[in-house]
């Protein structure tokens, strides 16, 4: 009788075990299916800010100092899973944008002085991306008055499309024409210990242009759009506080994804514009068709179709989210998936900007690069401004609860708040001496 219960205890261990090892395999499965779920607006917002300005930025950096600003991929990766972890967090947990926090926990004014800034730095940034396709475009022999209206329709139509997954979509296969710059990368046969060396060792030049080129490296890495981006899709995906472990893991593959862009970029250029004295370049195209002779045909064509698909990935981007952070700011409707009727404001933002960027673009008289630069610094200025917003209500447990920041995400977040003013005001101190 005892020998007959061994037995039958023996068998039901056996089952439990066999429907444990059963049930394994099925979490695994739906554990790798949420986080690919998750993955989109970490992803996207990240990739995105590697834009027409931002190929410009590591271009340059490229061209005017080799590989010395490597090392500012890993850096500025670094500070970018703080920036978009921390919106990706906010987002799930309140349910609202960042645009809304603002205003509830600031006030009015203070939001209508953080969107009128907004405005203007993405207004900027939508006519540099305009002025990206336009330059690209023409490495294929397509005219600005031809390839600048034809992108300002399509980017309108993408934008008020009504569906926002349909746009996500869209947007994440667009992104993948970035991976040129990596094959351009390797075509152009870089010293690779020499890239490693400046990539984990910094090296630092006290120089007007470089700390221009540094702080314009962190307006366009860490562009203010993208902490509204990144929460406003996080809010769109109806992600709640569970989901916070799995928008980390998207935050994380975004800013390593764009930042191993960005670092391709910086060494495509260090290794063949700055040996040859290149110099200062004007625009991406100018450093597309500078790798010809160099690096070869191949080369170019991919840097220049790297070019396009970056700055229609920021037409695509910055008009929709500009129309959506100042809506949600003021309490008006906002979304693709609302009628012109329905969300007035909403229409007609998304509207102007891309008529006045598409406008201003094919006008001869303007030097788009330097409207790019201005963008990109006019970011840097504006980043801390809503960083400092933005770690006083992720830090406040009455809005955040137990998922509000730690002291040291709270400290490190402050550190890089720091690092960019004073980098700033270093800046403002040179012009102001003649020095810049």
Not at 21 to 27: I, Y
Not at 40 to 55: E, F, N, R, Y
Not at 77 to 100: D, H, P, S, Y
Request: hydrophobic letters at 55%; a neutral charge.
């Amino acid at each position: 009788m005892r020998s007959r219960k061994l037995k039958t205890n023996a068998a039901t261990e056996a089952a439990r075990t066999q429907q444990a090892n059963n049930a394994a395999p099925k979490c695994d499965r739906l554990r790798f299916a949420l986080i690919l779920g998750a993955l989109g607006p970490g992803l996207l917002a990240a990739i995105a800010g590697t834009d027409a300005g931002g190929v410009a930025t590591y271009s340059n950096g490229g061209s005017l100092f080799g590989f010395e600003m490597l090392w500012t991929c890993p850096v500025m990766c670094f500070f970018l899973i703080i920036a978009q972890e921390t919106a990706a967090r906010m987002g799930c947990v309140t349910g609202k944008g960042f645009a809304g926090l603002i205003r509830e926990e600031f006030g009015v004014r203070l939001s209508f002085l953080a969107m009128g800034a907004l405005l203007v730095s993405n207004s900027l940034e939508t006519l540099s991306e305009f002025a990206g396709v336009a330059s690209g475009m023409s490495l294929f022999g397509v005219p600005p008055f031809i390839s600048v209206p034809i992108a300002g329709i399509a980017v309108w139509l993408l934008t008020l499309s009504g569906s926002y997954k349909r746009v996500e979509k869209i947007l994440l296969t667009l992104a993948c024409i970035l991976v040129a710059y990596v094959i351009a990368g390797f075509l152009v046969q870089p010293d690779w210990g020499d890239a490693a060396y400046y990539t984990f060792v910094p090296h630092i030049e006290p120089t007007p242009t470089y700390l221009a080129l540094l702080m314009a490296n962190i307006g366009t890495t860490i562009a203010p759009w993208m902490i509204f981006f990144q929460q406003s899709n996080v809010v769109g995906k109806n992600a709640g506080p569970d989901s916070v472990p799995y928008q980390r893991i998207d935050t994380c593959v975004g800013a390593i994804v764009a930042s191993a862009i960005s670092w391709f970029i910086l060494l495509a250029t260090g290794a063949t514009l700055f040996p040859a004295h290149v110099g200062e370049i004007q625009d991406a195209a100018q450093a597309a068709m500078a790798l010809t002779p160099l690096a070869g045909n191949a080369a170019s064509t991919l840097f220049g179709l790297g070019l396009v698909g970056a700055s229609l990935l920021g037409a695509c981007v910055l008009p929709g989210i500009t129309s959506s952070a100042i809506c949600e700011a003021f309490g008006w409707e906002e979304g693709p998936n609302h009628s012109f009727k329905e969300a007035p404001a909403y229409h007609i933002i998304i509207s102007v900007v891309l008529v006045f960027s598409v406008i201003m673009v094919l006008n001869p008289m303007l030097n788009l690069f330097d409207i790019m630069m201005v963008a990109q610094v006019v970011n840097g200025v504006l980043l801390p401004i809503l960083m400092i917003y933005m770690v006083k209500i992720a830090s406040d447990k009455r809005v955040m609860g137990a998922h509000r920041n730690s002291k040291i995400w709270t400290g490190l977040t402050w550190f890089a708040i720091v690092a960019i003013i004073c980098l700033t005001i270093t800046l403002f101190v040179m012009q102001f001496l003649g020095l810049a």
